[in-house]
Structures are given as C-alpha cells and as structure tokens.
C-alpha cells in the first residue's frame, strides 16, 4: 500500500488541497464565508441547476434509448453481434474532445444537418444530451445487457406457465433481478454526465456550463481561485454522495441469482415484432454512434478544393506568427502515444500493487484505501492540472517544465480502471497455491511471478489498454500542463476548435479521426484479449 498511498499523496491530495487552500485561505485564517458568498451567487445557482438536470435528463434519456440494445446484445444472436458490439462500445473510449468534435461535425454551423436542411443543434441543449447519449449507450449495453445474457429464461417462462402475461412476467421476475444492474448503470451514466467537460465545453458554447467547465473558467480565464475551489468541493461532495451509492449498489448485486451460460439464452429473433425491434436497435446504433464518426471522417477529408489529404498534409507544417502551434500539429499524435505508454506503465504499477494490497487485506483500513483510489474520478481534472502548476514548481519536486508531469496527471485517471480490471481475478485466485508455492520453498515474489501473474495475465493487458486508452483522451488536467511545443490530441484538437478558419476546422476534423482510430484499435484489441463476459465494465 506504501506506493499508491504515496503516489496518491504527491500528486493527488498535494495539488488538490493546495487549490482548495489558496482559494479559501488568507492571511487571517479560513474563510468559510465565502463558500456561502458564491453559493448564493445567480449565474452560480444556474451552473448547479443545469449541471444537475442535464445530468438527470441526459441518463433517462440514455436508458431511454439503450435498455431495448441491452436486451437485444443478451437474448439474440444474428450476423455480426460481435462486430457490433465492439462498435456500439467505441464511443465509450473516445476522449470528450473527438465526441464533442463529431457532434459538431455533424449538428454545428455548416455540418450536416446545416448543409442538409438548414438546422444547426450546437449551442443547444440537445446537442449536448444527444453527446451524452452516444458516449453512455455502451454502458448500459454491456452492464445491463451483460447480466440479462446470463439470467435464465426459464423463470420467465415459468411465470407465464403460471398465467401472467408477457409484460407481468418481465415485471415481476426479470426486471426484479436486473434491477440493481439498471441501477448501477444509471448512475455510472450519471457520474459521467454530471462531471462533462469536454463535451459541454465544444458543444454548449457560452449559454451552457457544467461545474467542471466553470471550475475551468473561473481558475483558466478569471483567475477566480475562491470561486473555483468553492465549486470543486460542491462537485467532490456530489460524485463522493453518487459514489457511495454506487458501492452499495455494487454490493446488492452480488447476492445470488441463478445464473447460466450467455450461449445457452441467444438464439435467432422470431417473428415480426423481434425482427422489428432487432432493426430498431440497428438503426439506432447506425444514426446515434455510426453517423456522427462518419460525418466526422468525412469532414476531415472535404477541403476546399474538393476531397483529398489537404487537412492531413496541412498538420505536417507550423504555422507562421499567427499559428496555433509553435511545431507541426501531427506531432501532437507521437506526443500523445508517448505520454499514454507512460502513463499506462505508471498506473499498472500503482493500481497493481494497490489491486494487491487489497487482495490480501481487510478491515476498515483497506476499504478506506480502496475509496481514496476512486477519488480522481469524483474531483475536478481541471482542479488537479491547475494544482500541478502551482504545487510541483520548487525543488524537491520542481516538474513544472518536465514532459513527467502530463503522463503522471493521466496514471490518476488511469489507475481506477487497473484496479477495478485486476482486483476481482486477483480475488479469484485461490490461496492455497501460493501456500504451497511457499511450501515448495518459492519466495513471495517468486510465488507472484509464477502463481498469480499467468492467472492474471489476461486482466493486465485488459487494464493496460483501459489505461492507455483513456491516457490518450485526458483533456480536463492536460490542458493546464501540456507545453505549446509538446501539446497532446486533445488538447490540439481544442485549440484548433477555439480559433476561426476553414483550416483550423479542418485539420482538428483530421486529428479527431486520428485519436478515433487509435482508440478503437486499442478497443478491438481488448475485444479479442477480454475473455470476461459478465458485463461489468
């Protein structure tokens, strides 16, 4: 435990009570007042208000949407399901920047709506929740669709045996057992939303902040450090409350049920009405995920002159004096690959050893440590790259000009996702062979080498690719501290947003692509890696 509680410690706690501290701290004491002063603040009220209810709506909406997905990917098997699969769940590893990017490709000023029929969607609510739509259907696919793939129809079947109706029988048998798995659902969904930023920051325009985009204004633009360290407490208090909701969740859905094989409750739709619903889902997955990544695909090749490699060869050359960046933006892409590699190696190390500790102990102590871990998903990403630049910026730890400092504000992010991945397979290892192991004379290192490591082999390359993955997309904190020489593909496809011109427009399309086929590749590798199938994500 000593390393991730340190790691934590440095770079987590440090940065983040720092702001916390230089916001609400004077030379007279603490100033708790002035969390009443912001909070009865109007345009603060409207943040909370929006950030709340956009929420809410945008996981009705997703559930809305996903749950008939959900019971096609368990109860049929057709053509492709595994393609699909694998498609449907591409959104959830795209960074907020390249979703952002799509939806505006496709529903923003000259996108393909606007060209189409005149309408525009950005700067509007709608763009923003139908985002959250697409980034979110794979969660509720894969965790709702996971669990109903391996109840038993025959208790359904009974039910109706019995009288009930189709309706009753799902009513009162499935959607009983499935309920904690939809619940669990809903509020990854709503921790998602309730936390956005990238998506809010390209789509919503100047009408419509979440706390996470105001934290950034007020720290990025304002230099109001009261205000955002209010705000980023508002918002570790809320995701800390939806945490805790979640573990009780979790722990509901571990009582027992009957569980089969997922291949024994597939088979060929019948009739009219699963064809149809069949279709429903396909046509969903082809207008709310395929579409947007095709317009997206398809503006980053319409230049000026017609079709061709122009963006792309135009992200090869710096600019002049009025460039965006001070070196070719293609180099964005090694930047990033670079960074991602790092960060994965940082957050396998802390979240394997953490994944461990936690295998090995219990009581109070770890459960208190197995919470801290889930911390950089409940606090502002902007609040902790802001953190990094005035914290880690004198000797001992002067890293404010290293290129360390970017890959260690992603292994935060990173390290959850090893941990959740490789804790329950470790869970799952039986004692008795390392007891023999030591028997036999092994060390304990020898004894994890060959014991543990081939049972978990598998799980860490799941939990590498989850890492990089989300490594790769980190815009909150990188945004603070990516150098204009070393910029990363989020944050240069936000900086080519923020400035007008055809050419900007057209080479952060180009660089979005890129980021998207980068992460699905990673996407599919996990596919053919994953041997779990229960669903959990």
Partial sequence: MAVPVAFFAVFFAYPVSAIVGRGLKTDDGWQFGRIGEVLSRPDILDVLWFTTWQALASTALTLLIALPGAYVFARFDFPGKQVLRAVVTVPFVLPTVVVGTAFLALLGRGGFLDELWGVRLDTTVWAILLAHVFFNYAVVVRTVGGLWSQLDPRQEEAARVLGAGRFAAWRRVTLPALGPAVAAAALMVFLFTFTSFGVVQILGGPSYSTLEVEVYRQTAQLLDLPTAAVLTMVQFAAVGAILAVHAVTVRRRERALKLVDPAQTSRRPRGAGQWALLGGVLLTALLLILLPLGVLVERSFDGPGGYGLGYYEALQSAGGSGSTFLVPPLEAVGNSLRYAFVATLIALVVGGLAAAALTRRAGPLV??????????????????????????????????????LVPLAQALVGVPFVVRTMLPVLRAVDDRLREAAAVLGASPLRAWREVDLPLVRRAVLVAAGFAFAVSLGEFGATVFIARPDNPTLPVAVARLLGRSGELNYGQAMALSTILMLVCAVSLLLLERIRTDRSGEF
């Avoid at 801290?372 to 880690?392: D, E, K, Q, Y």
């Fill in 367 to 404: 459960r208190g440590f197995d919470a801290l871990l889930m911390l950089p998903l409940g606090v502002s990403a902007v609040t902790v790259g802001f953190g990094f630049l005035i914290t880690l910026d004198k000797p001992p730890l002067d890293l404010r000009t290293s290129w360390i």
